[in-house]
C-alpha cells in the first residue's frame, strides 16, 4: 500500500523541514514586527498610530496568496528583489517568509492589542504615577502581562501560520503541498498520499498547540 | 476631546514637542522607504503612464478579466458558504449531542479538517474529480475549490454554532424543556434560531476568510477568480505591480465592506431589545482567519477570548478607561 513512498524519489522530509523552516522564520519574524505594530497602535504620536491602523486593515484584507504571488511575480521578478541571494531557491523561500510576516503580523498585532485590554486600567495608571514614560509604561509593566494573557490566541496565529506556509507552493518553494501535487499527479494512491500529509500537518500542529495550550494557563496572570 | 490612552500622561509642552519630533523621524523614515520604492519601480519601468492608465482607458481589462473574475471570486465564496452552513450546523449540533457515538465522530472529523491546511484539501479534491467522477475539465476547478472550502468551513462554522449555542443563557433551554419539549425541539425551536441570529456577525466574518480563500484556487488549480485573471492582465498589459495592485484594492474593498457589514449587524444584535443581546464574534485576533483558526487544541478555544472581551478591541488603549488621565 505504502510503495508509492519512494523517499529517493520524493523527499517527504526535506519539504517538511522546509515547511518547518517557512513557519519558524515567518513567526519569529511576525512576532517581532507585530509588537512594534501593536506598539504604534497605542502609542501617543498620532502619525504612527494611523500608520499601525492602515497597514493592519490593509494586509488583514488582502488575500495572503496575492501577498505571497506579488512577492514572487511583484517583488522578486519585476522588480529584482533577490532578497540578499543568487540562488533562485534562496530567493523564493526569502521572499515568501517575507510574504508570511507581512501578513501574520497583523494577527499578532490584534492579538497582542487585546491582550493589551486585558491589562488592568490600575497597572499602567500606577506605573504612570511612579513617572514611567509611555515605552516605559509598555516595555516594563503592560507588555510583558499583555504577552502572558495572549499565549493562547498567539498560539492559534501560530498553527495558523503553520498551514498557511502551503501557500508558498503558489510561488514553488517545494514545502509540502508543493510535493503532494507532485506525488499525486505522478503516483496512483490518491487516499493514501492526502492521507500521509494531512497526517504531517496534525504532526505538526497537535503538539505546538498542547504545549502552548499548556503554557498559556501556566503563565496566565491570575486575577 | 482626542482620544486619550491610560498608556500615556496628556502630553505637556515638552512631551508635545518630544511627539512632534518622533512623528517627524517617522514621516521621515516612511518617506525614504517609500522613496526608495518609487525609484526601485521607476528604474524597472514600473510607473509608466500606460501600464497604469489601461485601467481607465481601457475597458476591455474590467469586462474581460477583472469583473468576470470578481464574479467567480464571488460565486465561489457564496456557494461554499451556502454548502458549509448546514453541514456546519449539523456538525455543531452533534458535538453538543448526549449520545457519544454522535459527538465524538463528529469531534474527530471537525477537528481534523480544521487542522489540515484547505489547500491540501483543494488539491486532493482537484484529483478526486479528476479520477473517480466525470465532473467537466472546465468546472472541475470551481467543485474542487469549493469543496475545499466546505470542508474546512463547515468544521469552522460548526464550532461558531456550538459556542453559539453554548453562550446562550441556560434559561433558555431549561424553560424549553420545562415546558415539555424534547431535545430535538428545544434544539429547532429555541436554541438554534438564537444562536444563528447571535452567529450573524461571525459567520460574515468567516466569509471574508472564505474570499480571501478562493485566491488558493487561482494560483493552485486555475480557477479563473480575481487573482488569476490579475495575472492574465499583467502578461497582457506587462504591468505586473499594477495589475496586483488594482486586484488587491478590489479584495481589499470587497473585504472591508463585509467587514463593516459583520461589526454593524454586531452593533445593531447587542443593542437590540429583542433576543439575548449575545453575540459571537469571530474575532481577528483569534485567527478566524485564513487557513486559519487552526486551533488542534480540542478545547472551545475557539469562542473564549471573543467572549472574554465582549468590549472589543476598537479602542486603542483599554476599554472602557477614563480618557481624562
Known amino acids: 500500500m505504502f510503495d508509492f513512498l519512494d523517499l529517493e524519489q520524493y523527499d517527504l ?35 504612527m498610530r494611523a500608520f ?24 522578486g521578478q519585476t522588480l529584482q528583489f533577490t532578497m540578499f541571494s543568487d540562488e533562485i ?68 496565529v501560530l498553527i495558523a501560520l503553520t498551514k ?52 498559556a494557563k501556566r503563565v496566565a496572570v491570575k486575577r | 476631546m482626542t482620544n486619550l490612552s491610560v498608556l500615556y500622561d496628556a502630553p505637556g509642552p515638552r512631551a508635545k514637542r518630544r511627539n512632534a519630533l518622533y512623528a517627524v523621524l517617522f514621516v521621515a523614515v516612511l518617506g525614504a522607504f517609500f522613496w526608495w520604492v518609487v525609484r526601485a519601480m521607476n528604474d524597472k519601468n514600473q510607473l509608466d503612464a500606460e501600464k497604469w492608465d489601461v485601467f481607465v482607458t481601457d475597458s476591455r481589462i474590467w469586462t474581460t478579466f477583472l469583473w468576470p473574475g470578481l464574479q467567480d471570486t464571488l460565486i465561489a465564496a457564496g456557494l461554499s458558504l451556502v454548502i458549509a452552513l448546514p453541514l456546519g450546523v449539523v456538525f455543531g449540533i452533534g458535538r453538543l449531542s448526549d449520545h457519544w457515538w454522535i459527538r465524538r465522530p463528529c469531534d474527530v472529523i471537525v477537528e481534523f479538517f480544521r487542522a489540515v491546511p484547505v489547500l491540501l484539501m483543494m488539491i486532493f479534491a482537484n484529483q478526486a474529480y479528476a479520477l473517480w467522477s466525470d465532473v467537466d475539465r472546465d468546472v472541475r476547478p470551481l467543485y474542487a475549490v469549493v469543496t475545499g472550502l466546505v470542508l474546512y468551513n463547515a468544521s469552522v462554522l460548526a ?21 415539555g419539549l424534547r431535545k430535538g425541539q428545544t434544539m429547532v425551536h429555541v436554541l438554534l434560531p438564537q444562536a444563528v441570529t447571535a452567529m450573524l456577525p461571525a459567520i460574515v466574518s ?35 505591480i499594477a495589475a496586483y495592485t488594482v486586484a488587491a484594492i478590489l479584495f481589499i474593498a470587497l473585504n472591508f465592506l463585509l467587514t463593516s457589514l459583520a461589526s454593524w449587524l454586531e452593533n445593531r444584535l447587542r443593542r437590540g431589545k429583542r433576543g439575548t443581546g449575545v453575540v459571537v464574534k469571530n474575532d481577528p485576533t483569534d485567527p478566524a482567519d485564513s487557513t486559519s483558526m487552526a486551533s488542534a ?29
Not at chain 1, 33 to 46: F, H, Q, Y
Not at chain 1, 52 to 75: D, E, K, M, Q
Not at chain 1, 173 to 198: D, S
Open chain 1, 89 to 156: 531557491d534562496t530567493t523564493g523561500f526569502r521572499l515568501a517568509v517575507l510574504g508570511f510576516i507581512a501578513y501574520t503580523s497583523t494577527f499578532v498585532c490584534e492579538a497582542l492589542r487585546s491582550g493589551i485590554n486585558t491589562v488592568p486600567v490600575g497597572q499602567a495608571e500606577a506605573a504612570r504615577a511612579i513617572g514611567l514614560g509611555f515605552g516605559q509604561v509598555l516595555r516594563i509593566v503592560v507588555l510583558p502581562q499583555a504577552f502572558r494573557a495572549v499565549v493562547a490566541p498567539l498560539a492559534n
Open chain 1, 164 to 215: 498557511n506556509t502551503t501557500v508558498a507552493a503558489a510561488i514553488g518553494v517545494t514545502e509540502a503541498a508543493f510535493l503532494m501535487r507532485t506525488m499525486i499527479e505522478n503516483e496512483a494512491n490518491l487516499i493514501p498520499i492526502a492521507l500521509l500529509f494531512a497526517l504531517g500537518f496534525i504532526i505538526l500542529t497537535l503538539p505546538t498547540g498542547l504545549f502552548l495550550g499548556w503554557l
Open chain 2, 297 to 325: 487544541i480540542p478545547t472551545p478555544q475557539v469562542s473564549e477570548p471573543q467572549l472574554a472581551a465582549p468590549a472589543g478591541v476598537a479602542a486603542p488603549g483599554k476599554p472602557g478607561t477614563d480618557p481624562t488621565p
Open chain 1, 52 to 75: 499601525g491602523t492602515a497597514y493592519v486593515h490593509i494586509f488583514r484584507n488582502t488575500p495572503l496568496t496575492l501577498i505571497i504571488v506579488f512577492c514572487s511575480l511583484g517583488l
Open chain 1, 13 to 47: 522530509f526535506g519539504a517538511f523541514w522546509t515547511t518547518v523552516q517557512l513557519t519558524v522564520y515567518s513567526a519569529i519574524g511576525s512576532l517581532i514586527w507585530g509588537t512594534i505594530l501593536a506598539g504604534m497602535r497605542v502609542s501617543p504620536v498620532p502619525i
Open chain 2, 206 to 240: 468567516q466569509l471574508v476568510v472564505i474570499v480571501k480563500d478562493t485566491t488558493l484556487g487561482g494560483a493552485m488549480l486555475g480557477y479563473s477568480e480575481l487573482l488569476s485573471n490579475a495575472r492574465l492582465v499583467s502578461t497582457n498589459y506587462a504591468n505586473t
Open chain 2, 159 to 179: 464550532e461558531i454554532v456550538r459556542a453559539g449555542v453554548l453562550t446562550l443563557p441556560r434559561g433558555q433551554g431549561e424553560a424549553a424543556r420545562a415546558i
